[in-house]
C-alpha cells in the first residue's frame, strides 16, 4: 500500500520559512518523479516544485529563488525548504509521486499560512 505522509506545515510570517517534509512506503521511490503541488482556496491546484531522481529540479516563476526542492533516495523522503514567504504562498501544500500515467500518488495535504 502506498502512503505519502506530509509534515511541517503550519503558521510563518511574511518574510519567515518553513520546511515541508514527504515520507513516502510502499513503492520504489528512485523510479518516481516528486513534486510539491498547493491549492488555494478558489484557484486551481499548481505545481510548485518537482525533482526527478537523479537531481534535476524545475520550479514555479512564483517561487524560484525563494523555494527549494529536495530529495532523500535512501530515506524515500522529499523536502520543500520554503524561505522568503509571501501571503499568497497562503496555501494546502500536497506532495506528488509520480511514474508514468498510471503510477500517480498523493498526500493528504498540509496547510501553510503566511500571515502577520
Known amino acids: 500500500q502506498v502512503q505519502l505522509v506530509e509534515s511541517g506545515g503550519g503558521l510563518a510570517q511574511p518574510g519567515g520559512s518553513l520546511r515541508l517534509s514527504c515520507a513516502a512506503s510502499?513503492?520504489?521511490?528512485?523510479?518516481?518523479?516528486a513534486g510539491w503541488y498547493r491549492q488555494a482556496p478558489g484557484k486551481q491546484r499548481e505545481l510548485v516544485a518537482s525533482?526527478?531522481?537523479?537531481?534535476?529540479?524545475t520550479y514555479a516563476d512564483s517561487v524560484k529563488g525563494r523555494f527549494t526542492i529536495s530529495r532523500d533516495n535512501a530515506r524515500y523522503t522529499v523536502n520543500l525548504q520554503m524561505d522568503s514567504l509571501k501571503s499568497e504562498d497562503t496555501a494546502v501544500y500536497l506532495c506528488?509521486?509520480?511514474?508514468?500515467?498510471?503510477?500517480?500518488?498523493w498526500g493528504q495535504g498540509t496547510q501553510v499560512t503566511v500571515s502577520s
Open positions: 510502499g513503492l520504489s521511490f528512485t523510479f518516481y518523479r
Open positions: 525533482i526527478l531522481s537523479e537531481g534535476t529540479t
Open positions: 506528488n509521486l509520480r511514474y508514468g500515467a498510471l503510477r500517480d500518488y
